[in-house]
Nanobody, 130 residues
Framework: QVKLEESGGDSVQAGGSLKLTCAAS????????MGWYRQASGKERELVAS???????????SVKGRFTISENNDKSNAKSTLYLQMTDLESDDTAIYYC????????????????????WGQGTQVTVSA
């Protein structure tokens, strides 16, 4: 079945760096895009960054220039790994970070308006102390 498993969350001081990893198994579905969301305590879940199957990336204004999303696809076993390199971390970056994926039966079903995730990981906690 589809699996998304995050790792790499930790507690760091402001100004530090972290790299999140998401091990993804789309099973037999087509990957339309992948991304990272985060949810801080008492706030709604928000998009941090996404990458479409054509390589286009989107970043939220709050992280642009500090975070980098990338992926590595292993075609030999139809698995992929999604990364989020986070630098110059701020206390406002404290949140649970979720890996998300838009997987569809065929590419023709991929969202044409943007990244619309339909699968989620369990999340990994990132805590940034001042």
């Amino acid at each position: 079945q589809v699996k998304l498993e995050e790792s790499g969350g930790d507690s760091v001081q402001a100004g530090g760096s972290l790299k999140l990893t998401c091990a993804a198994s789309p099973y037999m579905l087509t990957t339309c895009g992948m991304g990272w969301y985060r949810q801080a305590s008492g706030k709604e879940r928000e998009l941090v960054a996404s990458i479409k199957n054509d390589g286009d990336t989107i970043y939220s204004k709050s992280v642009k220039g500090r975070f980098t999303i990338s992926e590595n696809n292993d075609k030999s076993n139809a698995k992929s790994t999604l990364y989020l390199q986070m630098t110059d971390l701020e206390s406002d970056d404290t949140a649970i970070y979720y890996c998300a994926a838009e997987y569809r039966m065929i590419a023709d079903y991929c969202s044409v308006t943007g990244f619309e995730p339909n699968f989620w990981g369990q999340g990994t906690q990132v805590t940034v102390s001042a």
